[in-house]
Every structure is written in structure tokens, then in C-alpha cells.
């Protein structure tokens, strides 16, 4: 195998360039993974936009992309759980496994977690990647490459309806029909929501929702009064669990506002906004309960077995896909909006 | 109009007598249903036959049948909700409202709760039964009667799976395919369960569930080792959740030996046997934790939606119908598993 | 007895007068009490400085007063638990017991709650007030009726030391050093916080606090940044809990600064401003969850258990006490923050 | 230093012989520590006794004690958070931070887990013990080497109280006042537990816990129908939690019928016997929750701040000292529950 490989690097704001680097190396515990598919993340299209996003910033080249499966092309020497060939996805943070948050099982939480595509740490719009073999996942048969690229968003939907401890029969409202809004929608309903609205500001995405993924109601926040329509459709009641999953400060105010009294509010991604639109008394008048998410742990098995089960549809999802050539493409395009897209992949 | 109705009286053990008795009152915050379908439970064909079923003796004539689905008939002075002619189904158990128990929301363990079909508060084996209105749903137009009757075992089987806490990609195993374990399946799986194991004795039955209800894997206990298939099936690890809804000691040793390290026993249904015949050492060694489960609280309303929306199939647990006159004849066949029971149903 | 009463009745903002007005009635599950001591809350203060309180309005003659201690004068036909001359505490709302909160034990959150001194219902600076039985629970003989009157804001702290979730070892920081602060550093304590911050702009009130209930820390917000004595103390970590008491824009913003990853932020009382001023990115940074109070559920008896056994201290935060003809004053020393007072008591 | 040390070997069952073995190496993230103090556990006098316990079997020399405390020796390469002359404690369970159950926290459940003393693995009856560094704590200055020994067993009771969900104002039963029962009786009272009963068949044990640890009541189960006792004492309406720390048929007998109904029950050690002595319709009348005790996780930070802040007693535990020499007589003793002993501690 040759040591050096194509990516697809960030040099700073709007600039990727495909070329030649070094092949990541292969450390005991590690495998390194033969790049199959790897989703285009909202995440990825901001630090290709910005340059940055929150707090990080790419001083360096860096390559993005971490919704990654691939095939193991070679083993470390302590690695006895796989074999080159075996068809594999990638959870792509390893955390310390020493501190108090690893030790507690929030891994997630970690001071030290290495993260792919966040400065500092190379992803995998690349030919090759590596990873440690215990973050690595073998992937059923039935599920193809491009799904297993997905099981990432999806686990940030899975963290997300655990974190709102959904249970049988609960009602979901969940603000933001993208990928995450739509993976959302799936979880909440494996998970026995019996009653889920979903609500967009883009009409053409929710005809699509609607048609592949059947919410109880999916309500255009442009077109008519999205905490009207709720307290219509719930007898005034409002529903047990919101998710905010579009990021914008519309949704945001919405939130408590169709909450029922002791609902449950989470909050999923990093909004681009500093202070926060809710109005007290509302917070305090439903009794609310309110989280936040930021990744997940110990999701990926789960996302398998859904995906495996039937359970969980990520074909519907995928709408484009590009070359390793094409990665600034598919980041544009996902950065735009366009073209009807949900979810653009990279196939390398 | 009348004051009276017929109704199946149990006098002693194994005697029935369809009979005219009183027709209940209906007081302020009451409503009195004409009863149009009643489930037959296994508590009452142990009733039937023994005259008495743990605790409960029966010393006076007894109405049975808790499983009740209606049309509204009558209302009393205070209720508003609910209009003569309104279709409907019964919480059989009404509690005090005052105790510690019911002001913790758990009013299952209410000491002065009046549960239909005890001794001491007749059941729905009749032409009426009265309940208090807040404990009488609406039933949707998309449900029938008979499917409304075992919104009651439903809510059994929903208070297992939510005291199980199943969570999105749980493995479950469930010893024993009567209707409750049936119920169990799919409220699993509606839970989020991706991987569920069903064992009976009963060759007929488990083809049955096998063809209606889909589970992974259903074992016949008379031909195969439950605790080596689940043990093959799940690499050695054992399954995460375990419920025990066949009350035999068979079954209850096998339950600590199939559990996941960590993993959780749920006990639905009271044994016929005084020892618990677990091993100390399985209990410890797998740190497992176990539970019993006694009837239900707030379980109703998620019925009627898991229903509504097609999350559980009740109508294919109904095997066979009776008018009231045969009463004795559905106790019967349910006492004795006849003719490929799994539920009956009495028409009133 | 007479069937008049002397009662403290608000007229309007700023306006209390003492007059003769009927005594309450019995029905047949309530209880009269000669009512002993009533603390004064802030609510109150609140009510009497501005005629009105969030959204509630006084348009009606109003006796304030929901912290109260008394002694049994009479009791309704069905009351068996009490007898003439008992010494009792009231928690004084009662819920419908018939909705879906009442009946999964929040009933705290009843939409029908009848809760003492809000519009509609009066309250106790008054000689008698009556409750339903079950919601009035017997005095020690060791605490005294001071004390018992006490037990409703201490009632507030459990809830909050209960949904924050507070285990063994937790580290604590309360904002804000009034009498609900005060009981939530004892609560707590009480539930194993083994690291306990509160902060306060008073000093005296902060010397106060760290002389009778031995705080690990005080920190005089005014003085000294919180944010960086805290970080300095948790050597950059943040505390587990934090708990909101002081209901100012100032300290609900350092609350998400002071968290620990995956920390609990606890919200008790209504703040006085419409919009939240916490930074987005650090409740996202910080992974905090976030909730509010509203009352409590199931605390009394627990309360009285803690004061009886010596756990927490009552008697400490009393600093004034006045007779009913004094009410007024009470309340507006209690408004004023005059004078050193923590918590003042009418003693009808 | 030197490359051996002294250390207490045992060969077979009773027999133990103090010798010169190989001083353990120090990699690179581990630390050496020069032994201080090591409590005696019971597992221990188990294999020290009968040469094994549980499925563990002694077939290679093994030195004992796994409670244990000193001073830093030697530093690995890596490790920058402690230097020597430090004074620690270890925890003495090292997992595999890989597995399923190390991600979720759960690391006392790891397959894979090295545990001090038990076959396989030395522990700490010698001068020196290595141990990674992240699994070795700092000793504050308040607290004496006996005592950080005795962090071991509290940090059982720590985990015991956790899983027992014991919340403000809790009744707890302790079956059982030997060192994790008194241990249990203090971190009960610590996490807000108001009456706290413990039963004993040893009057000299009784009268020192009560002296010492003062519950509110103890009872010799010899003497006195603990049943009858509980039942008085809370009205008939049992505890809210119970705790089996003695390991007896006769204790786990007890347990379902002095629980509150709903109640929980938690088995601390493994019993000598096989088969469960409850009577099932005991657990199902009363609808309780059970759960075993296997170690602990994250609670050696806890457990030193209990004990740093005054609020656990680990001195009053301590009966006896050994020097290394007389190891063996130090398990004699607490094999033998001689001469009032609670607690020995050995000192090399």
C-alpha cells in the first residue's frame, strides 16, 4: 500500500483543495479504514464558509468530514476484533478514557476528546482514515456504505430521544425538517412517540418529509402560526417534547410556547445567536424541564440496529452525491441549501 | 330505562349463573356504560375456578370481567366530558385520591383502591357497569369495541415495558407468549427494542406469534435450551431487558441466567409458587436488578393512541367471541388453553 | 365558637386593613384550624407592594398568608385522622386529584389547583382558615408552631434539592442568600452536597448565613467576581448544581459560568424580567441541563421529618415576629429588606 | 530503593507467610506506592479461610487487601498529577476502558477488570502496590492513612445508597451493623435519610453502633421480632428502602416484608446460599424494586469528601491494628468476629 493518499483539505475560508498527503499511520490499537462515504454535516459546510465555527478555528490545513464508513485496510497489532476487508463505520471522537466524565460514561463531556474534522484532528474526506479499533463498528450486510456514513447524524438523534426520555405515547414537536430534524422525527417515533409534528419554513422539504416519513402533522412556520396550530391539534395542552433542531431564534422563542406543563425542551446543535429568546414566565409557567445536546455516547450500536431492523429509513435522506473531486460541490451546495438537498455524500 | 340487567354471577368456584340483578346508580361524578365488549383475563378464570385468586377470597356473589369496553348510557350531574352515546373503555381501578400513593401518582399501590371485579366491587360480565368519570376514556372511531376491551392487558404490558425503562436498540427476551407476553412484544418494540425473543411451550402458539407479531427469535422451551439460543444468538452477552410472563418456576430460574450484566428482570404477574427460585449467586454475578409489576398507572391514554396509530395490532390477539349467556363457556376455554385460545371475548 | 373572624385583608395595592369578616366553613373531608403563626413570603410582599403578581390580579378583597401553622378547631364529618386541639401545618394548595398531573402524583402543576392566598382563594393572616384533611399534617411536639409555619418555604427548598437531583458528594452554589437560599443550603446539605457556595450582595446577611449554617464558601457578589472565586475554588471545574435563588438578571447570568460540564441548573421563583440573558454557547458548551420550580409535590411530610430530627434549622431564619394587627408592617419590612430580616412571622 | 519487598503470601487456605517477593514495576502512567494502612475486608477472611470465594479460586500464592492507602514511592513517565511523598489512596479495580459497560460508565461490570486480592492479581498486604495513576486519589491532610484505607468499604456504601435512590426524608432498614452496614447507616444518614433502623444478632455490636453511629433504633434480631418491631415503629406501612448487608437466609427473609409498598430492596454481598429465600407474593404484594450491589464507580472522590467534611466517621470503625507481620492474625480475627472487632487494619 502506498503511504501517501488524496484528501480533500481545508486551507482557510472557501478554499479546499484536493492533493496528496501522508497516509495516517496505524498505532497497535488502531485500524485504518478505507474511505467508502462520508456525509457533508452542517458543521462542515461552516468551517468551510467561516473558517471557523464556535470557538474553533482552522489556523492549519485541515481535512473535514466525519460521518465516515469505509473498509479496514490494515489492522494494528493488538487489534483482534477485525480483519482487512470487514465493512466498518467510525465514531469519530476518541475520548481520554481517564477523566471524570469518561469514567461516569459522558465521554462525550470529555476535556480531551480528539474529534475528527475539528481543528487539530484530521477527517475523512480523504482516501484513507484512522481510528482506534474500539470507536470502530462493523456494519451489517443490508446496510450500504452511504447509510453508514449517516449512522452519525443519526446518532445525534438517538442521544437526543434518549436525552428527552421519550416513552410510549409521548407527543414530539420537533422545529427544523433537515437531517437532523428528520432523523429526530424517525428516533422519536421508534422510541413510541405516537404523536409527532414537524415544522419547516421550506414547504418543498416538507412535502418531502411528509411523503417519505408520515409525521402526524407537518406545519409550515411561514404560512400559518406554528403554536396555534399545536394548541389546536393538542386541545390546548401543548405537547410533551419539543426538540429545536432548526437553530433559529424564531424556533427558539417558539419552544416554551407549545410546551405542556412539565414538558420537556431539548435543545440540539449550537445556535448562532448569543442570548437566549425565551421569556421567563413562560419557562416558569410550563414548569419546563430544558437540555441541551452536544454529540452523544455509546449511540452507534443502536444506530445499527435500527437502520438494520427497518426501523430507521437513511436512504431517504441522501439526495446528492459527489467525488472526493467534488467535496467543495457538496459543501456548497449543503452550505446553500440547494437544489432540494438534505443530505450530500462523498464518495471517495 | 330499566332498573335491572342480566348478568354472569359467580356464585362459588365453577359455578356461573347468568342472572337479573340491579342495575348500578350512577352518582354525581359518575357514568353508567352499557357494556359491549368484555375481555376475558387469566385472574378471572382462576377465579372461576378456584373461587379465589392470592389473597382474595370470594365469599359474596361476584360479577367478573375487568376488561370493559362501552357506550356511554347515562351521565351523572357533575360530568361534562362525556355524552350518552359516547363510545367508550374502563380503568377498572379507582383510588382513593388521598393517600400517600395517589399523591405520588402511584395509585396502583393505593390500599383503598376499588379494582372491578375483586370481591367486593363487581366486574363488566354484564348489561351495565358504572364507573367514575375521569376513569372512562373516549374511544377513537378507527378502534372497535373488542380491541377497546384489551386496552386493559395493553395497559399491563405498558407498564412493563416503561418500569423496564427499554430504551431505543434494547435486546428484550420474554418468557411466555399468553397475551400478555404477546402485548409485551409489541409494546417493546414500539418502545424501540430492535432485537426480541419470545419462548412459550406451546408449539401452535408460538407459530401464532411468529406469524402475526414478527419477533427475532421464538423458542420453543420444550425443544430447545432457552439459555443457550439467547446465549447464541447474543454473542454470550445476555439481553438487556428480561420479562417473566409465564409465572412458572421454569421460567423464573431462567430469567438471572439470560440477563446482560447489569441488565434488568421484570416480574409481571403473581407466580403460583412461594419460593423464588433464583440462584443468589446468577443475581449477583450479572448485578441485575428486578422488579415486579402490579396493574398500571396512567397507561390508558397511551393505549388508545399506540392503537389508534397502528403501533400495536390487538385485533389478532382475539381468538374467540361468547355472548353473555356463555360467560361460563369463556372462562372455561380460557381456564383450560383450549382450541388455540389466546383471548376471549364476551359480547354482552 | 363565633362565626366571625379577625382577618388582615388587602383592599388593593398597599392597602391592609383588620376587620371582622366570616369564619370559613367546614365541609365534610376539611378541617378548621386556629390558626398559630404564618410566615410571610416574598410573594406576598409582592402581592400587597403591587396589588398583583405575575399574572395573577387582586380585584377582589384578599387575605394573604399561605405559610401556616395552627391548631385543629373543628372537624368535618368524615375526618378521622384528626381530632379538636391537634397541633397541624397546612400545605395550602389543594389540586382537583382528577386531571392527568393529580393523577401522575405532579399535582403541582394542576391546572385546578385552589392554592392559598392567589385571587380567589384567601389565605391565613387571619384567626381561621380551613383545608381539606389530607393536606394538613400533624406538628411534632418538638417543633414549634414558628417552625411549622416554616415548613412551606422549606417544602420549596426539597423540591428544588429533588429535581436538581442533588447525590452524595455534589458540589452546590446558591445565588442568592433570602430565606429560600438559606433552606436550600440546609436541604442541600441535608441530601449530601459536601460542597456548598452562596452568594449574596448583602453582607450582612452573608455574615448571617456563614455564623448559623456554615456555608463552605460566601462570596459577596458585589466584592468579588463569582465566577472566578468559584472557578478557583473547583479548581477550574465549575460546580455540579447550580440553584437560582435570587431572581436577578445578574445572577441568572453567571449561572451556565459556573456549571460544570453536564451540570443542573435550578431555577426557583419567578424572575422579574421578560427575557433570559444566558449566553446560548455556554449552556451549549457546558451541556447543562436546565429547570424550573413550581411549588412542590409530596414535601411536607418530609420536611417535618428533617426540622423533627434536627437536620435542618428553622428557628434560625426567623428575625422578626408580628400579631395580626401588625400585618402590614410585616409585610413591608418583608418588602423592604429592612432592618436585617430574613423571615418575619404574624402570630394571630 | 530496593527491588524486593516484604509481603503477607497466601499459599493455601490458612495459610499465609510473610516473605521477600519482587517490588511491583511502575509503567509509564502508573505510580509506586509505599504502603500505609490496609483494612481487612471480609473477602479477604473468605479466601484467607476456604482459599476461595465466589467462582474465584487461589491456585497461585496471592497476597491479600485491597483496601489500601500510602505515600507516592515512584512516579511512571507519564504521570504529572502526583508526586512522590504524596500521600493516596487507591481504588483498587482497574477496567478495561473499552468495553461496552467502561463506555457507559459502568465499569465495575468490565469483563475485563483487574481487581487487587482477587486471583490473578496482588494486592496490597505487602510494603509496595502500583496502581495507574488515575485510579489513585490525593489524601487530604484531615484525613489519617487508616481511615483513607477504610475508603474502600465506604465507597460500597456509597454506591449502595445510589443505587437505593434514597432520597430526603427516606426511612432505611440496615440488616446487618458489621463495617458495610454501619458504613451504609452513616452515607444513608449523609444522602438525607430521616429514621434509620439496623438489626443485629450481636448486643455488643448493637450498643457500639448505637453509641457511635446513633440510628434511630436498633434492634436484636435475637431478642426481638424484627418484623413486628418495623411494623410499629412506621405505622405498618414499612420502609421506604432496605438494605441486606448481613448475608444471611434469615435476613433476606425479612427484607419484602418490612418494604413500604413500592418500596426497595438492596442486596449488599453475596450470600453463601443458593437458592432465594423470598416469598414471591411477598415482592408482588408489595410491589418492590430489588437490586444487587457489585462494587462500585466514581465513588472514591465522594467517599473522600465525606469523610474530609466531617460528615462519614471512618475512625469509629477501626477496632484492631496488625503490623504486616501478624497478617494472618488480623484475618483470624475478622474470620472469627472476635473480641468486638468491627474493623482491622493492617499497618505495614
Not at 464508513?69 to 494494528?76: D, F, L, R, S, T
Not at 400559518?224 to 410533551?240: A, C, F, P, Q
Not at 431539548?266 to 445567536?273: A, E, M, Q, R, T
Not at 444506530?303 to 441522501?318: C, E, F, T, W
Amino acid at each position: 500500500m502506498k503511504k501517501s493518499m488524496q484528501a480533500a483539505i481545508l486551507k482557510k475560508a472557501k478554499q479546499i483543495e484536493v492533493q496528496e498527503v501522508a497516509r495516517p499511520q496505524v498505532e497497535n490499537e488502531e485500524v485504518l479504514i478505507r474511505v467508502k462515504a462520508v456525509g457533508v454535516c452542517g458543521s462542515d459546510a461552516h468551517f468551510y464558509r467561516d473558517g471557523r465555527l464556535a470557538g474553533w478555528i482552522v489556523k492549519e490545513p485541515l481535512i473535514l468530514g466525519h460521518e465516515c464508513a469505509g473498509e479496514i485496510a490494515e489492522v494494528g497489532r493488538s487489534v483482534e476484533e477485525f480483519q482487512v476487508g470487514d465493512r466498518v463505520i467510525i465514531e469519530p471522537g476518541v475520548p481520554c478514557r481517564r477523566c471524570e466524565w469518561c469514567k461516569r460514561g459522558e465521554y462525550n463531556l470529555c476535556p480531551d476528546i480528539r474529534f475528527m474534522a475539528v481543528p487539530g484532528v484530521d477527517g475523512a474526506f480523504a482516501e484513507y482514515v484512522s481510528s482506534e479499533a474500539d470507536f470502530v463498528y462493523p456494519l451489517p450486510d443490508s446496510v450500504s456504505y452511504e447509510e453508514g456514513a449517516l449512522m452519525e447524524p443519526l446518532s445525534v438523534a438517538i442521544e437526543t430521544i434518549k436525552s428527552a426520555k421519550i416513552e410510549l405515547g409521548d407527543s414530539v414537536a420537533i422545529l427544523g425538517a433537515g437531517p437532523i430534524g428528520i432523523l429526530c422525527l424517525q428516533a422519536a417515533r421508534a422510541a413510541g412517540a405516537t404523536d409527532i409534528y414537524i415544522t419547516d419554513v421550506d414547504e418543498n422539504r416538507l412535502s418531502y418529509v411528509t411523503t417519505k416519513f408520515n409525521p402526524t402533522l407537518a406545519i409550515n412556520a411561514q404560512k400559518k402560526d406554528v403554536v396555534g396550530e399545536i394548541k389546536k391539534i393538542t386541545s390546548g395542552r401543548g405537547v410533551d417534547v419539543i426538540l429545536e433542531a432548526a437553530g433559529t431564534i424564531e424556533t427558539f422563542k417558539v419552544t416554551p410556547k407549545i410546551a405542556k406543563k412539565g414538558g420537556m425542551i431539548v435543545l440540539v446543535g449550537i445556535p448562532p445567536f448569543r442570548e437566549f429568546p425565551f421569556q421567563a414566565s413562560q419557562l416558569f409557567d410550563q414548569a419546563v424541564q430544558l437540555r441541551t445536546i452536544f454529540r452523544y455516547t455509546n449511540t452507534f450500536p443502536t444506530a445499527i440496529r435500527l437502520v438494520d431492523k427497518g426501523m430507521v429509513d437513511l436512504k431517504s435522506l441522501i439526495t446528492h452525491r459527489f467525488s472526493l473531486d467534488k467535496t467543495k460541490e457538496a459543501l456548497e451546495l449543503t452550505m446553500n441549501r440547494e437544489d432540494g438537498v438534505i443530505k450530500a455524500v462523498v464518495i471517495p
